[in-house]
Every structure is written in structure tokens, then in C-alpha cells.
């Protein structure tokens, strides 16, 4: 099956602390074969610089550069992601009728959280993830803030209340895989996965009781 058979996932990547949880993401997509459509806001650029030393061109040349970064074949995974400008509000993402699987906000900064919270629309990150609530599609959000206050929370509380999913990257330890950085991020992003039924990622092993 090729890309254009299968429904996209649109990833938002905003300007928080945790920039490789989206980008660990838009890995195991690519690796279980399911297309990525990429948006990462301009503010995630210096945190994505500083936090994996990464410098990245311009939506328009940096499918290569993330592909190369991920250690994926260029050649094999070309079709499978594309990289949108957040400012180009009239890019496939922004309508109802561009068929998604869902999106992922993540991380989720809390000015990208206020904004989908109020219906803000002014870039494509906030404006896919309103259409995204509109047509009822899953809506993924990973907050990344400690501790939160009375705003945040009641902004994730809106979120929830229209359909959205609030799933911030919270430690767990009750298996040993889970006990190191690597094992920390997978158990997130297998969380993520599973709530866009891709069940059979494999990136953590399921408690048997």
C-alpha cells in the first residue's frame, strides 16, 4: 500500500520543551507506514535547535533534513511526509474535506493550548486542530508545563469537554522498560499511538496483570 491509500496523520510540533517527543513520533509513524503531515510553528525552531542540535531549513526543504535526522531512508519514506508552513492557513490540513486520520499537538505549548481552547484559527497548527474537533476526528494533546495553573487547566477542561484527548507525558515505572529516557518517551508515544488505534507499535510491553 502506498501513501496516498492511506489516511494521513497531521503532527503539530509548537514551541515547548520536549520537541524529540514529536519528532519520535513522526518515526513510529513512518515506520508502521502511516503518512505524516507535518506542521512545526515557528517558536519550536530555537527550542528544536537547542534541545537536539538540530537546524532545520524551511518547511519547503526540511522533509529531507528530518528524514535524515530519524535515520530513515530518504528514498523509501519521501512520500510518506510532508511539511507544511504553520503560516500557510490554506495548506491541505486547514479543510474538513482533506481526510485525516487525526492530529497530534505535541509537545503542546500552553499559547497553542489557549488558542485551541478560544477557536483561535491564526495559524495552521490551531487551525487544523479546529477542523480537527469539527469533524470529530481524534484531537491528541500533549501539554508540556509544570506545574499548571488554574488556566491551563481550564483551558485542557474546554479541550476535553469538545472532543479532544489530554495526554501529557507523565513518568511511569510499574515495567522495567520504562526505566530509562528512551523507555520514558516510547511509553508516551505508544499512548499515542494507541489512541489513534495503532495498537501494534510494539514500544512498550502491555500490562498482563
Not at 537536539?52 to 523509501?76: K, N, W
Not at 486520520?101 to 486542530?129: E, F, H, Q, Y
Request: with cysteine; glycine share 8%.
Amino acid at each position: 500500500m502506498n501513501s496516498s491509500e492511506k489516511l494521513p496523520t497531521v503532527v503539530g510540533i509548537t514551541g515547548a520543551t520536549g520537541s524529540i517527543l514529536g519528532f519520535r513520533l513522526v518515526k513510529a509513524l513512518l515506520q508502521l507506514d502511516e503518512p505524516v503531515d507535518l506542521v512545526i510553528s515557528s517558536s519550536s525552531y530555537p527550542v528544536i535547535t537547542q534541545e537536539m542540535s538540530l537546524s532545520l531549513p524551511g518547511p519547503a526543504e526540511q522533509r529531507d533534513a528530518i528524514l535524515e535526522y530519524l535515520e530513515l531512508d530518504v528514498s523509501r519514506y519521501q512520500d510518506w511526509l510532508t511539511c507544511h508552513s504553520n503560516k500557510q492557513l490554506g495548506a491541505s490540513p486547514a479543510s474538513g474535506t482533506y481526510l485525516t486520520r487525526g492530529m497530534v499537538v505535541i509537545p503542546c505549548s500552553m499559547t497553542t493550548l489557549g488558542k485551541m481552547a478560544s477557536g483561535v484559527s491564526d495559524n495552521l497548527v490551531c487551525r487544523a486542530a479546529d477542523v480537527t474537533l469539527k469533524e470529530r476526528r481524534p484531537l491528541i494533546v500533549i501539554p508540556r508545563e509544570s506545574p499548571f495553573n488554574l488556566i491551563h487547566l481550564e483551558n485542557m477542561t474546554r479541550l476535553h469537554q469538545a472532543g479532544g484527548v489530554i495526554l501529557p507525558p507523565v513518568l511511569s515505572f510499574y515495567q522495567e522498560a520504562f526505566n530509562s529516557i528512551d523507555g520514558q518517551i516510547n511509553y508516551t508515544i505508544g499512548k499515542v499511538l494507541d489512541h489513534l488505534g495503532l495498537t501494534e507499535h510494539g514500544l512498550f510491553p502491555r500490562w498482563s496483570g
